[in-house]
């Protein structure tokens, strides 16, 4: 079945539904998801989304800006963080009159808490001051992701935008540097659809699943991201990804920063406050690629609490907040303790480590969201990206806190006026062959092969040796065995059969195709670990444990190899505004 | 522990109506049902079909039937059920089935949209600030924002049962979350809308709805207030 619109937006959570309200009643414009849109993994986000709005104490963008680029190790692009920055304020305002709900300050306003990474000089005169934590996240108790992901939904509903709700992207179509539609199939059905039109945005989220322990949804799996790259496009950074310090330990569930904000502090078996030696002027609100190294290097070190199985993990004490922070402000969070831990956080601390969270890295774009096809600055025509898959990039080599939600709201909306510009010229360009001919090929492929290997066997053995090998701390020794097991699994990928090989919401046919795409994004992340020789936020080299400005201040861009194998690297650099290179130390 | 799992089976391509299959796994007290479905579908049947995204009761996908009652698969852990019995898994009723324990939410999803679900408020905002309100009138909305749209209340509801028009619970509570905004102004128009024979006066009281919410929401107390505002209303 071929469909027409003017736009096609790939992804219903924060950055897709934010694009979606922007796109102009006059343009037809459809959004497909895997998942019904409130679904998606925005819903999931808790402690809050920051802009420098000082409704609780003074702060202005540009100390957020400063956080940001220190944060992001001096990777992140300059041009495009003050963008971010500087419109944050207006965005969550902008949202609150869409009618999120907020937490409210005493005089209405929009309340506000301290967040990791978030600081401004202690002295307002002085801004080479020593920088203390400041109330910068806007929040809705420890719901704001889940009430920022409806609030869109329902203003979606309230511009009649149109769902494709449980459709599964299988292909993008880009011809002569030209992106002219996608196909995805009907879960419900397998019926492949075709979808063309004149702007595609992808705004498809992350892929926390390659890894065993991740805070991620299983729908987490890359899809976008993997097509890119399958498309012959290249990616960027894709060796950056962040481990949040505190998920609920052998489960992943995130446990908000928000916890930490409102005063939890994260105690060793010795019961000690150990970030005080890791970062003495805001301890527990250290980004968290500190914080999670620090919480292996205490494992490490044993003063690690071994737990009934014999692994580790480190206290986060709540205890000393009292029941009427805990559950005004911290519900939720608390209440995954209680459930799948049977830990009272009242009265004793919650076990956690480090899970999965965040890619950095993803599909190059600029701060319009339009999609680079080269290091030299060409882009694909009609072709956007905005959200986690994307990279602007603004989060570098680490991502603060509360700005993946700032990241859907400011560049969704910039990518839906960017759309809207390019839809007055716009043509819709013919196809050359038949698009959807690649999809049924790779779904009859996976139906009718034959082996003995499962899709569940192979993606836990990737996600186990990609936490083992190629997660907080890596070195050449284990990248390179990870990069030869990602080769074997792909050839083991072949020998997969499947049990179901119905029309009929066919989930075991549709996993073994987000393996596939799992496979892709492990080789990105691995390759891209492997090359660079340096430790740089959430990447950390034991081998080359020094961050190295003369030789790696600069963006990875990765392409599948020519020949079908391996990959090929080349490097863009990164924009700088107003903020020189530091050391970077909390 | 060995568990064993009765879950209703029916997949349209081949079965003429729904039957049960059994399934023996290894569990542990900690593990969800999720879990559980997981292992089944992962290491023994591939053509068990289930939706779930977060595992940690957030997304809202996951809604069944277990042991007769709604719940979210991934929120239901196995030392918080009878595990020396068989373990029986269902879709949630009054909803088609897709497949398995897939269901066809078409419907609820439109009860949803029928009660205008987003903020009215023509007046334009302020220029440079937020609508003002205070924490108080704010947390009154949090509880029924928490909503996931689950369906477990609306599919445990007798009325609904007895009555496929019924506007159902989930709906009522969205409701609610607008006509108590604070900042809104289209509160009559959404009285008006369920102020009908299927709507708010369908619900009996009945507190199905409260028991099978997995975010614990007291939502007969939010119908009630609704109800409250209606018979204000007429006078």
């Known amino acids: 079945m071929i469909h027409t619109f003017d736009v096609v937006i790939v992804g219903a959570g924060g950055a897709g539904l934010r694009a979606a309200v922007e796109i102009p009643k006059e343009y037809s414009c459809a959004v497909i998801s895997k998942v019904f849109p409130t679904r998606s993994h925005t819903g999931t986000a808790q402690g809050g989304v920051c802009a420098a709005l000082s409704n609780e104490e003074d702060d202005n963008w540009l100390n957020h800006a400063f956080d940001t680029v220190k944060g992001s190790d001096y990777l992140g692009d300059q041009d495009s963080i003050e963008i971010m920055c500087q419109d944050a ?62 609030t869109l939904y329902e203003n979606c509903i309230k511009n009649h935008v149109q769902f494709f709700s449980e459709y599964f992207l299988t292909d993008l179509i880009v011809e002569d540097g030209i992106c002219k539609g996608v196909v995805a199939l009907d879960i419900s059905t397998s019926e492949v659809h075709i979808f063309h039109c004149k702007a595609v945005m992808f705004a498809t989220g992350g892929y926390g699943r390659v890894y065993r322990i991740t805070s991620n949804a299983h729908v987490g799996t890359g899809d976008g991201v993997a097509l890119v790259y399958q498309s012959g496009l290249p990616l960027e950074d894709m060796e950056f990804f962040q481990f949040h310090p505190t998920g609920l330990w052998k489960l992943g569930i995130l446990v908000s920063e928000a916890a930490r904000g409102e005063g939890g502090i994260l ?51 709540l205890t000393h907040l009292g029941k009427k922070i805990i559950d005004e402000k911290l519900p939720e969070i608390t209440g995954f303790a209680r459930t799948y831990l049977g830990v009272e956080p009242t009265k004793e601390s919650v076990p956690i480590q480090p899970t999965a969270h965040y890619a950095m890295g993803g599909i190059p774009t600029n701060s319009d969201t339009e999609v ?39 560049f969704g909306r910039r990518g839906g006026k960017k759309i809207a510009e390019y839809l007055k010229t716009a043509e819709r360009t013919a196809f050359t062959g038949d698009p959807s001919e690649k999809t049924k090929e790779k779904i009859s492929k996976i139906l009718n092969q034959s082996g003995n290997e499962r899709t569940s066997v192979i993606r836990r053995e990737l996600q186990e040796n990609m936490m083992e090998k190629c997660g907080i701390f890596r070195n050449e020794k284990e990248l390179k065995e990870m990069k030869e097991l990602i080769k074997q699994y792909k050839e083991r990928y072949n020998n997969i059969s499947l049990q179901d090989k119905g029309t009929v919401f066919n989930t075991d046919m549709m996993e073994t195709v987000e393996l596939a795409n799992m496979l892709d994004i492990a080789e990105t992340i691995c390759d891209g670990a492997l090359n660079r020789t340096e430790s740089r936020g959430a990447h950390t080299r034991e081998d080359f444990d020094k961050r190295d400005d003369a030789n790696w201040m600069k963006h990875t861009l990765i392409w599948k190899g020519k020949d079908g194998s391996g990959t090929t690297i080349d490097y863009k650099p990164v924009a700088k505004t107003r903020f020189e290179p530091m050391e970077r130390k909390y | 522990m ?59 996908s996951d809604g069944m039937k277990i042991n007769g009652r709604n719940r979210l698969a991934c929120g239901t852990l196995l030392k918080d059920i009878n595990t020396n019995k068989v373990i029986t898994i269902e879709p949630m009723p009054s909803m088609p089935i897709i497949k398995d324990l897939v269901l066809d939410m078409s419907d609820f999803y439109a009860k949803n949209k029928s009660v205008i679900p987003y903020l009215i408020n023509n007046n334009p905002p302020p220029a440079d600030g ?74 009996h009281t009945i507190f199905n709805c409260i028991e099978a919410c997995p975010k614990e929401i007291n939502i007969t107390w939010h119908i009630s207030q609704l109800k409250k505002k209606l018979s204000d209303r007429e006078l």
């Open chain 1, 89 to 150: 304020p207006r965005a969550v305002i902008e949202l609150e009159h869409m009618g999120m709900p907020f937490s409210r300050t005493p005089e209405g306003k929009i309340a506000q808490r301290k967040f990791g990474g978030h600081t401004k000089p202690e002295d307002p005169n002085d801004p080479n001051s020593k920088r203390v934590a400041v109330k910068r996240a806007c929040y809705s108790a420890d719901r704001t992701g889940h009430v920022m992901l409806h």
């Open chain 1, 267 to 317: 105690r060793n078996a010795n019961g000690d406050r150990f970030m005080e030696v890791y970062a003495p002027t805001v301890k527990d609100l250290a980004p968290r690629d500190m914080v999670s190294r620090a919480i292996i290097s205490e494992i490490r070190a044993g003063r690690g609490v071994k737990g009934s199985d014999g692994t580790f993990y480190i206290n986060l004490d």
């Open chain 1, 372 to 410: 680079y096809s080269d290091s030299k600055g060409n882009l694909v025509k009609g072709f956007y990206a905005a959200g986690e898959c994307a990279c602007v990039s603004v989060h570098g080599a680490n991502r603060l806190g509360t700005n993946s939600l700032l990241d859907i709201i400011v």
């Open chain 2, 2 to 60: 060995q568990v064993t799992f009765k879950i209703l089976r029916y997949n349209p391509e081949k079965d003429s109506e729904p039957h049960f299959e059994e399934y023996t796994i290894e569990g542990a007290p900690t593990m969800t049902v999720l879990d559980c479905l997981h292992k089944i579908k992962w290491e023994q049947d591939g053509t068990l079909s289930f939706r779930r995204s977060c595992a940690h009761g957030v997304c809202g």
């Open chain 2, 130 to 203: 937020e609508r003002l309100q205070s924490n108080e009138d704010a947390e009154m909305l949090f509880e029924s924002a928490k909503c996931i749209l689950c369906a477990c209340c609306t599919t445990s509801c007798p009325s609904t049962w007895s009555n496929e028009n019924y506007m159902g619970p989930a709906s009522l509570l969205k409701a609610y979350r607008f006509v108590f905004d604070t900042r809104d102004e289209a509160a009559d128009e959404r009285l008006d809308i369920i102020d009908t024979p299927d709507g708010i006066w369908r619900c």
